[in-house]
């Protein structure tokens, strides 16, 4: 049951510190290396590159996913499922489909066709026995427990999560995979990353800033790096449950036509949890000239000042992992906004949370 919440939504976000726990779970050695008991070393020996197919927030957790294997060195791409095209797979292609239920029929659709391709296949999913699990060469468990709202939350986080080990356990087999410089500092602050969640999820000021902002008429989401999946992911669930119009841009994408759209209607969350803050701020300022309001979601809310009428703050960590802190407060921002609004949180309108037509 939900127990104490008033919506599996808000009660799977504020479980991701457990699930995420699991996630990891026995999975990082003590001297910091990966251990992904279904991958022995060699399993990727013959890979040259790497290619994600997912849909919505699954697609958003691969872009974030390929960003994480090209830090390792590794030739990685993200694909929307059902604009898969096989032209380019070889029988040294590696495909991950990415599908928290297993069963979407997009995703599953493209497994199949990168497998006739000649393809080697993973399947990155939640659920044991799934379709995707079945098909694929290789299952990797993400291990969040069930998720039942249908906008996804918890999974996300840990669809991340199991693709940043998958990157490390990749970059040893492949031959020009190298090990992340940062390797210990990161794995490290990804152990951190549940107890950091924590911090988010008591000290959240999310509830107000829905309320602040609810009468504006669009929202922004705006970011680089790994900040820009989560962009697309803090749209794409704000869009989902609140119904208001929400859109996720490349922070130095909003200079090249979605500027015409901002207004002193509109609010920007921005965000600035990696190393092109500078940048990131000066787009958010163009916003800001033209009267929109502007969140900003760091963890140094005195670099934001001149120019942010809100700041979410996140505990400092390593910028990988930065993104991930950044959409926990997306989400209870939309969760907050649509509770206020008084949707159906859990199940909205027009949207299944499995999608098994093409
Ligand atoms: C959004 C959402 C959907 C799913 C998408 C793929 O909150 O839940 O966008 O992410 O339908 O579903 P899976 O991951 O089951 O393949």
């Known amino acids: 049951g939900k127990g104490k919440y008033d919506h599996y939504m808000l009660k799977e976000i504020n479980e991701q510190a457990d699930s995420l726990s699991n996630t990891l779970g026995g999975r990082i050695t003590d001297d910091g290396d990966v251990d992904l008991e279904e991958f022995p070393r060699g399993t990727f020996d013959d890979v040259d590159h790497v290619e994600f ?3 919505g927030t699954s697609y958003h957790a691969a872009l974030y996913g390929a960003q994480q294997l090209q830090r390792t060195g590794i030739r990685a791409t993200a694909t929307i499922a059902s604009e898969y095209d096989t ?3 070889t029988e040294d292609t590696l495909t991950i489909a990415v599908t928290q239920s297993g069963e979407t029929a997009d995703t599953i ?3 199949r066709a990168a497998q006739d391709a000649g393809a080697e296949t993973v399947a990155v999913t939640n659920v044991v026995g799934s379709s995707a699990a079945r098909e694929a060469d290789h299952a990797l468990y993400i291990r969040a427990g069930p998720e039942i709202g249908v906008a996804a939350t918890k ?3 840990s ?6 080990l998958l990157a490390h356990r990749l970059s040893q087999d492949l ?3 190298t090990a992340r410089e940062d390797n210990e500092e990161f794995f490290a602050e990804l152990q951190n990353l549940p107890e950091y969640i924590d911090e988010v999820l008591e000290t959240s000021t999310a509830e107000a800033v829905g309320e602040k902002y609810l009468d504006k008429n669009s929202y922004f989401f705006i970011g680089r790096d790994n900040e820009y999946p989560v962009a697309l992911e803090g749209a794409l669930k704000f869009k989902e449950i609140t119904y208001e119009h929400a859109e996720g841009f490349a922070s130095g994408e909003l200079k090249h036509g979605p500027l015409a759209l901002v207004t002193p209607k509109s609010v920007v969350f921005s965000m600035f949890t990696g190393e092109n803050g500078e940048k990131t701020r000066k787009n958010a300022e163009e916003a800001h000239t033209r009267g929109a309001d502007i969140v900003a979601v760091t963890d140094d809310a005195d670099s934001v000042h001149e120019f942010a009428d809100t700041v979410l703050h996140i ?3 390593h ?3 930065a993104g991930l802190l950044a959409n926990v407060q997306l989400q209870l921002v939309s969760y907050y906004t649509a509770d206020l609004l008084d949707r159906e949180i859990d199940k909205p309108r027009n949207l299944a949370k499995s999608v098994t037509v093409e």
């Open 53 to 55: 197919i997912a849909c």
């Open 159 to 164: 669809q991340v999560a199991t693709l940043t």
């Open 109 to 111: 659709s493209a497994l």
């Open 315 to 317: 505990p400092e960590t």
């Open 175 to 177: 031959e020009q995979g």
């Open 319 to 321: 910028p990988d992992i």
């Open 155 to 157: 999974t996300f986080s």
């Open 87 to 89: 032209a380019t797979v």
